[in-house]
């Protein structure tokens, strides 16, 4: 148990906290008090602390454990909530179920670190220490992007990772579901996507799969975002619809290599009318409010030279060959925001996307400020300080990552998602910020956890409550750190199988 006057080193940091002598116990006795429409997250908090406490916690109206959710609270917003802990009784209160998810995952933290093991534990007294705690987070979108088509990953490390973003208090799943070298999701109407284009790598998920990932994502907080690439990156479904290039008679394989595949789409009414039938189903699986159809890295070659492709730059009365890719991306924008979604894709400079998109910018922050003064909102994702593929530091055992100078834990902590020198209506329009963990070179679940963590704990810290004190976070984390070894999260390169290096 934590002094009384000690930081208990939350991840992220709270808005305010105050403490006090003393501490709740939690025994076989203690039972959790809901008001109306606080039911999912006191199951949430027995769920989650069932595996090490046995603890049954069940409902009474008299137990001392007591989850108010109250919408008149607010000063709170859609996502905060107030935290009162003394050795009587714990009182979480929030104007949405979000902040009551939000504070459960904070009591996680305060109780002794083996409260997060997912094994039995004996011999532990389950305590909160004294606190009083006002929070609520700065951004509304905290992510984090999870390639699993270079390399797929299993149903189950996709719940776990929801698990582990929920802890931080990270909102959004980002799932890159389809690439050059693979497509993980099936498609109905387009069987041979998954047969064909799914094999390599690891395989598809099923639409149960996916659907189920969506709900139990859902009642921890967390939105799961997915990603169809187009009309770039898509030589895996061209493998398996070869009739959708630009060069119909060709046949191709799977991308092996990886990189930027010249390989596009092509630009027919056939091909526009496949992106609408996948979008479709997309959107029957998954409701999140934004769709992300990639956008980004589109070479132009074979549309120079496709016979089709400059008919329609004459039917279309554009500027050259070049102009199909903003044209493309508009009927595709069209057609989602006509079903009541945002479109969403990556941004090269700011301005190559249609207005109708939110800009999710990779390349360089002043990318995000000419995205936002066109309007559009921006979630900021500058890669010399997100892509988590690039390895933690210089040191020779770090495992094989992408080319380029280290992305270490200090750099994704000083990002910034509204640069100070940004007029206040660009600002306005950022959504938030969010990490992105490619896969090229990460072939397992370990692998992918070593690289998320802890440079994730950064940036949660700075999306939710700002990242201005290194020197604090710093002194959090080293208490939070037992939490991840608790959870089993390596934390050395020898903990991981390292995959071969391939070369791009």
């Given at each position: 148990?934590?002094?009384?006057?000690?930081?208990?080193?939350?991840?992220?940091?709270?808005?305010?906290?105050?403490?006090?002598?003393?501490?709740?116990?939690?025994d076989d006795t203690t039972a959790i008090r809901v008001t109306p429409g606080a039911g999912p997250a006191a199951a949430l908090l027995r769920t989650l602390l069932a595996p090490a406490t046995g603890l049954p916690l069940p409902l009474a109206p008299d137990g001392r454990i007591v989850l108010v959710l109250d919408p008149g609270l607010t000063d709170l917003g859609a996502e905060g909530y107030g935290l009162t802990v003394s050795g009587e009784a714990v009182l979480l209160r929030a104007a949405?179920?979000?902040?009551?998810?939000?504070?459960?995952?904070t009591i996680r933290q305060l109780l002794p670190v083996a409260a997060l093991k997912t094994e039995p534990v004996r011999g532990v007294r389950w305590s909160v220490p004294a606190v009083e705690i006002t929070d609520a987070p700065r951004y509304a979108w905290r992510g984090a992007m999870l390639d699993v088509a270079r390399h797929f990953q299993p149903v189950s490390f996709l719940r776990r990772f929801t698990d582990l973003l929920a802890l931080h208090k990270l909102n959004v799943l980002h799932?890159?579901?389809?690439?050059?070298?693979?497509?993980?999701?099936?498609?109905?109407?387009?069987?041979?996507?998954?047969?064909?284009?799914?094999?390599?790598?690891?395989?598809?998920?099923?639409?149960?799969?996916?659907?189920?990932?969506?709900?139990?994502?859902?009642?921890?907080?967390?939105?799961?975002?997915?990603?169809?690439?187009?009309?770039?990156?898509?030589?895996?479904?061209?493998?398996?619809?070869?009739?959708?290039?630009?060069?119909?008679?060709?046949?191709?394989?799977?991308?092996?290599?990886?990189?930027?595949?010249?390989?596009?789409?092509?630009?027919?009414?056939?091909?526009?009318?496949?992106?609408?039938?996948?979008?479709?189903?997309?959107?029957?699986?998954?409701?999140?409010?934004?769709?992300?159809?990639?956008?980004?890295?589109?070479?132009?070659?074979?549309?120079?030279?496709?016979?089709?492709?400059?008919?329609?730059?004459?039917?279309?009365?554009?500027?050259?060959?070049?102009?199909?890719?903003?044209?493309?991306?508009?009927?595709?924008?069209?057609?989602?925001?006509?079903?009541?979604?945002?479109?969403?894709?990556?941004?090269?400079?700011?301005?190559?996307?249609?207005?109708?998109?939110?800009?999710?910018?990779?390349?360089?922050?002043?990318?995000?400020?000419?995205?936002?003064?066109?309007?559009?909102?921006?979630?900021?994702?500058?890669?010399?300080?997100?892509?988590?593929?690039?390895?933690?530091?210089?040191?020779?055992?770090?495992?094989?990552?992408?080319?380029?100078?280290?992305?270490?834990?200090?750099?994704?902590?000083?990002?910034?998602?509204?640069?100070?020198?940004?007029?206040?209506?660009?600002?306005?329009?950022?959504?938030?910020?969010?990490?992105?963990?490619?896969?090229?070179?990460?072939?397992?679940?370990?692998?992918?956890?070593?690289?998320?963590?802890?440079?994730?704990?950064?940036?949660?810290?700075?999306?939710?409550?700002?990242?201005?004190?290194?020197?604090?976070?710093?002194?959090?984390?080293?208490?939070?750190?037992?939490?991840?070894?608790?959870?089993?999260?390596?934390?050395?390169?020898?903990?991981?199988?390292?995959?071969?290096?391939?070369?791009?």
């Amino acid at each position: 148990m934590f002094p009384p006057t000690a930081d208990p080193g939350l991840v992220p940091s709270p808005s305010k906290l105050s403490r006090s002598a003393g501490a709740f116990t939690l025994d076989d006795t203690t039972a959790i008090r809901v008001t109306p429409g606080a039911g999912p997250a006191a199951a949430l908090l027995r769920t989650l602390l069932a595996p090490a406490t046995g603890l049954p916690l069940p409902l009474a109206p008299d137990g001392r454990i007591v989850l108010v959710l109250d919408p008149g609270l607010t000063d709170l917003g859609a996502e905060g909530y107030g935290l009162t802990v003394s050795g009587e009784a714990v009182l979480l209160r929030a104007a949405g179920a979000a902040g009551l998810r939000h504070g459960v995952q904070t009591i996680r933290q305060l109780l002794p670190v083996a409260a997060l093991k997912t094994e039995p534990v004996r011999g532990v007294r389950w305590s909160v220490p004294a606190v009083e705690i006002t929070d609520a987070p700065r951004y509304a979108w905290r992510g984090a992007m999870l390639d699993v088509a270079r390399h797929f990953q299993p149903v189950s490390f996709l719940r776990r990772f929801t698990d582990l973003l929920a802890l931080h208090k990270l909102n959004v799943l980002h799932l890159h579901l389809t690439d050059d070298q693979g497509w993980r999701m099936p498609i109905t109407a387009y069987p041979r996507l998954t047969e064909v284009a799914g094999a390599p790598h690891g395989g598809a998920y099923s639409r149960e799969e996916l659907r189920d990932l969506v709900v139990y994502a859902a009642d921890r907080g967390v939105t799961v975002v997915p990603e169809i690439e187009m009309p770039g990156h898509a030589r895996a479904a061209l493998a398996a619809y070869p009739h959708l290039g630009n060069f119909p008679e060709r046949r191709l394989d799977v991308w092996k290599s990886w990189g930027v595949c010249d390989t596009v789409l092509g630009v027919t009414d056939e091909v526009l009318d496949f992106c609408r039938t996948v979008l479709d189903e997309v959107m029957d699986l998954f409701p999140s409010p934004y769709i992300h159809v990639g956008g980004d890295e589109c070479p132009t070659t074979e549309w120079h030279r496709s016979p089709t492709a400059l008919r329609r730059v004459a039917d279309e009365g554009l500027d050259g060959p070049d102009a199909l890719h903003g044209w493309f991306m508009a009927r595709v924008g069209t057609f989602l925001t006509g079903r009541g979604r945002r479109p969403l894709g990556w941004t090269e400079t700011g301005r190559d996307l249609p207005e109708s998109f939110a800009a999710l910018v990779w390349r360089d922050e002043e990318h995000g400020l000419a995205a936002a003064c066109r309007g559009q909102p921006v979630i900021m994702a500058p890669h010399r300080s997100t892509y988590l593929d690039y390895p933690q530091s210089a040191h020779p055992d770090e495992p094989p990552g992408q080319v380029g100078d280290a992305v270490d834990l200090r750099a994704v902590y000083a990002i910034e998602p509204a640069p100070a020198h940004w007029e206040a209506a660009a600002a306005a329009r950022v959504l938030g910020t969010q990490a992105q963990l490619w896969t090229e070179y990460v072939a397992t679940a370990a692998h992918a956890e070593y690289l998320a963590f802890p440079r994730l704990c950064a940036l949660a810290d700075t999306a939710w409550s700002g990242g201005r004190d290194w020197p604090g976070f710093q002194a959090r984390l080293h208490h939070h750190r037992t939490r991840l070894d608790a959870l089993g999260v390596p934390s050395r390169p020898s903990a991981i199988l390292r995959p071969e290096r391939t070369t791009r």
